[in-house]
């Protein structure tokens, strides 16, 4: 429809370039027969060229005065007109007219230039104001979703020192609840049950239930499948999407100390369609790790203390557990090591670091003697972008106690450890600790770690 209206419109101007021209030329001839052209010192006749160009543009310019001219040819060869032909009024008024039509083109190119802009530019602001909206809805959901949840894992695995394994080993339901309450408020579980080994086999009640409690499903895909691989198994979004019935769990757990002894089993049967990611499962498994070795990793401390007595007990314990962590999920920490490089080190810098600590971070003062001033801080699940922004911040309590030059200035180095796959006395030998037992720490009935998926 819009094709045809077009082509009318077409129509019309072309007929009207043509038409208006010659009709003006037919009334000056009925009317000034002698002298259509020169009736009057102004060239009336021009006008009508001159209007259409400015109406119209270049090219009606063009046509009408090519017609006016041609018919006042036509009109002088014919006898029509007793007047000699005025040569130079059809020069005038032709550049006149053509003058017209240009500056009338040039002017729509550039109101079609601003129109287009105009277009563009509200295009971009109602594209804009979208984004904007489902930024803000987007923002809105976030800030619902993390207003009760723990920022960081590293919040998450500070909440979980308080939770601990009874002497035996076993694990306490207290603990139990208080774990699963920290995965549904870290990892948004929303109906989870934590099932342990009894005599060799899982009992069918759980210790604990987040949601609802009911029996062990043992014929479930994902339980079977989980614990004979001994790894994380859950359905994918599109699974769930392709399948009619997907099974009582949605996630399974395993629960393996580091020693290899299988402790539980936790089963998620609900949970966000949004939570069922790789990195979400991922940090779920990093914290139940974390939580199953905290009595494997108390045996270790005692062994580790043995071959390092100075090590104070909280620090050899995690140690230990984030060195596990690390081989089993692959969770980086860092050691930060401080020592006196010459005997008049200001000893009041270590007294500012320490007060200035954050609540995961585990500092070791003097781990190389009372006559060498020095510390050992350690990073939980932090990397090299962390440690560089811990050493920045270290930088900006030191200035703030008016200790420009920073560490070097004090006479302190400054060492970075990875707490990696290596034994813990080995780490801190890299920090320059002497170990009395060169021995090391055995490792009872360790194996190797599987990844969970």
């Not at 002698?34 to 160009?53: E, H, K, M």
């Not at 001219?69 to 009024?89: D, F, R, W, Y």
């Not at 601990?164 to 109906?191: H, K, M, W």
Request: with cysteine; proline share 5%; net charge negative.
């Amino acid at each position: 429809m819009n094709t045809t209206s077009n082509k009318r419109h077409a129509i019309i101007l072309w007929a009207e370039v043509v038409v208006l021209p010659l009709a003006g030329l037919t009334l000056a001839v009925l009317l000034f027969r002698a002298r259509p052209f020169t009736v009057s010192p102004y060239p009336w006749l021009w006008l009508i060229p001159f209007l259409l160009g400015l109406r119209h543009g270049l090219a009606p310019a063009v046509l009408a005065t090519l017609v006016l001219a041609v018919g006042g040819i036509a009109v002088h060869l014919l006898g029509i007109s007793g007047e000699q032909l005025p040569l130079i009024q059809l020069a005038g008024g032709a550049l006149a007219a053509l003058s017209a039509g240009q500056y009338s083109s040039r002017w729509r190119e550039q109101l079609k230039a601003a129109q287009a802009r105009t277009d563009y530019t509200e295009q971009r602001l109602e594209s804009l104001t979208r984004a904007f909206f489902i930024t803000r809805l987007s923002h809105d959901r976030l800030e619902e979703a993390l207003i009760a949840q723990p920022v960081t894992l590293r919040g998450a695995l500070e909440a979980l020192r308080g939770l601990s394994t009874d002497a035996q080993g076993g694990i306490p339901a207290v603990a139990a609840n208080a774990l699963l309450q920290l995965l549904a408020q870290y990892c948004r579980f929303e109906a989870a049950a934590l099932h342990l080994y009894h005599e060799g086999r899982l009992d069918d009640e759980p210790l604990a239930a987040l949601g609802w409690r009911t029996q062990l499903a043992r014929t479930d895909p994902l339980l079977v499948y989980a614990l004979e691989h001994e790894q994380t198994a859950y359905h994918s979004v599109e699974q769930l999407a392709e399948l009619e019935r997907g099974g009582s769990y949605r996630a399974v757990f395993p629960v393996i100390d580091s020693a290899g002894e299988a402790l539980g089993v936790l089963v998620v049967r609900d949970l966000p369609l949004l939570a069922l990611t790789e990195e979400n499962l991922a940090a779920a498994a990093a914290m139940l790790q974390y939580f199953a070795d905290e009595s494997w990793a108390a045996a270790q401390t005692a062994d580790l203390r043995r071959s390092l007595p100075c090590c104070p007990d909280v620090f050899a314990h995690e140690l230990i557990k984030l060195q596990r962590l690390h081989v089993r999920s692959g969770l980086r920490s860092t050691l930060v090591v401080l020592r006196a490089r010459r005997d008049d080190a200001e000893v009041s810098v270590l007294d500012a670091l320490h007060a200035a600590r954050r609540g995961l971070d585990l500092y070791w003062r003097e781990p190389y003697g009372p006559l060498t001033a020095g510390m050992v801080i350690l990073l939980p699940l932090a990397g090299a972008a962390t440690t560089r922004g811990f050493l920045e911040r270290l930088e900006s309590v030191l200035r703030a106690h008016g200790m420009e030059g920073g560490l070097e200035a004090t006479g302190f180095s400054i060492m970075q450890v990875p707490v990696d796959g290596r034994l813990p006395l080995a780490i801190l030998r890299e920090c320059g600790i002497e170990v009395e037992q060169p021995s090391g720490v055995a490792l009872s009935g360790e194996r190797e770690a599987k990844v969970t998926s």
